[in-house]
């Protein structure tokens, strides 16, 4: 069977079959993640591989987007969390992200991807490769100890609250302006976009959104608001759907994108609207047509989901 270059999410035996037999073996995908990477502005092809609680295997890589500020741009490790997210893992066990374009030295993630890490529901137990070109395999280091003195969701957060990674859902239904939703199994964009948003962790701001794209096969993509308690290294909503759209949609540009739609909550103190319509005219098809629609939550429902906890 040929292999699949534009492969993301690996089972426990296609990795084994890769040579990850163990987790100190993530570095023998890590070629295949950088081949994979988007970095038309830095030149840089950065790669990142980690296993799931699952023992799925996962790859991250970076994306950047011609025309716009390397910050609106998506870290190996965002990208890795974000897909974990999108396909319902629980948390992250293992990581390995490649420091070096020769793929011989693995080291931290850079500051704002520690603190993303942090957002994670298991983050004491996720281990981080440290390899030097000196040493044959290297060894984990646990990533609370390369943030020694971190500002963490503990620091903010009521004890217990979900975090990352973990089952939640907002309650938001669309206003009434929006007009009716469709059962979950539609290709409404704005019922894709509103369930995203149902998904979106933003415990600090409350503000969740989502973002449903179309690309010109009438493929659909989705992501969601994945927010930081330090706030810069927070993910939009539409570079987590780009996530979605380079993980499955098999190596097309965004220029084949061609509708979106946000939905966020009204008066959303964080509103995602701007960001992302400066993003998608500046990347998607030049006709891309993008929408936006406002939800508010459905407060009967957030008392039963509430009571449940």
């Known amino acids: ?34 081949s994979l990477a988007r970095g038309p502005i830095s030149k840089y092809k ?28 998506i870290h190996p490790e965002q990208f890795l969390v974000t897909n974990l997210a999108l396909n319902s893992e629980k948390g992250l066990r293992q990581l390995a992200v490649a420091i070096s374009n020769d793929c011989i030295e693995f080291g931290a993630p850079c ?17 981080i490769l440290l390899k030097s070109k000196h040493e ?19 620091d903010v957060l009521p004890k217990g609250s979900p975090l990352l990674l973990e089952k939640r859902d907002n309650c938001l239904i669309l206003s009434r302006s929006a007009g009716e939703i469709c ?13 995203a948003a149902n998904n ?43 996530v979605d759209f380079v993980a499955r949609s098999r190596g097309k540009g965004f220029d084949k994108i061609v509708e979106a739609v946000l939905v966020e909550k009204n008066n959303a103190r964080v509103s995602q ?9 500046t990347i998607a098809a030049p006709n891309c047509d993008f929408k936006v629609f406002h939800c508010d939550v459905d407060f009967q429902k957030s008392l039963l ?5």
């Open 200 to 242: 979106s962790f933003s415990p600090y701001t409350d503000s969740p959104s989502g973002v449903a794209l179309r690309d010109e096969d009438g493929i659909l993509y989705r992501g969601w608001y994945i927010e930081s308690v330090a706030y810069s290294p927070s993910l939009g909503p539409v570079q987590a759907a780009l």
């Open 273 to 281: 609207e701007r960001t992302a319509k400066m993003i998608l005219d």
């Open 46 to 73: 950065i790669g990142a591989v980690g296993r799931a609680s699952s023992g799925r295997v996962y790859l991250g890589v970076n994306v950047e987007f011609p025309g716009l500020p390397l910050h609106h741009s």
């Open 183 to 195: 059962s979950s199994d539609c290709s409404h964009l704005k019922c894709k976009a509103l369930a």
């Open 305 to 309: 989901v509430n009571s449940d906890r």
């Open 111 to 127: 500051g704002n991807c520690r603190q993303f890490l942090m957002e994670t529901s298991n983050e004491v137990d996720i281990k």
């Open 1 to 34: 069977m040929a292999q699949d270059k534009y492969k993301f999410v690996f089972t426990a035996n296609e990795a084994a079959s890769e040579g990850v037999t163990e987790p100190i073996r993530l570095p023998k995908l890590i070629r295949k993640a950088m």
């Open 136 to 154: 044959a395999e290297g060894s984990f280091g646990k990533l609370k100890l390369l943030l020694p003195y971190r500002f963490s969701p503990d």
